[in-house]
């Protein structure tokens, strides 16, 4: 019922495969709410959708991505609905450095991923309040 994953398999992804993954299973969340809330921008969050991966998978992810590109992740757990998952969030002092390893291979459509400016954009042409 859940995904796994090896570091030998972990091991050749590339930056362009982080990127790509990212597209596809990663969401930053810009701190829109926390703005209309509080009125200030708060940092990004970036996250893999890791929740159909293993705990084990996840920690796993974790540590490649600490002994592969110096990216402290954590895990963050979230309540499906038959079990637990795990999502992989970049660590605040990381995000530099992981938007460093992937933003050259950002498709245009999806830099809304990885740029405010973009984000803001992207909602304006959903009709959705910025």
Known sequence: GTKEITSEI????????VAVWFMDD????????????????????HTFCTDSFSY???ITIQKWFLEKY???VRLKEKQLSNRIG???IVEKESQK?????IEPYILPMLRYKVDRDAYIEH???LGLSV
């Not at 972990?10 to 495969?17: I, K, V």
């Not at 990663?26 to 969050?45: A, C, E, F, L, Q």
């Not at 450095?97 to 390893?101: A, K, M, R, V």
């Open 70 to 72: 110096n990216i402290k």
């Open 10 to 17: 972990l091991d050749n992804l590339t930056r362009l495969s």
């Open 86 to 88: 795990y999502a992989v």
């Open 56 to 58: 084990e998978s996840c």
């Open 26 to 45: 990663g969401m930053t969340d810009w701190g829109y709410r926390s703005y209309i809330k509080y009125g200030h921008n708060v940092s990004p969050v």
């Open 97 to 101: 450095d992981f938007l460093n390893q």
């Open 123 to 125: 909602r304006a042409e």
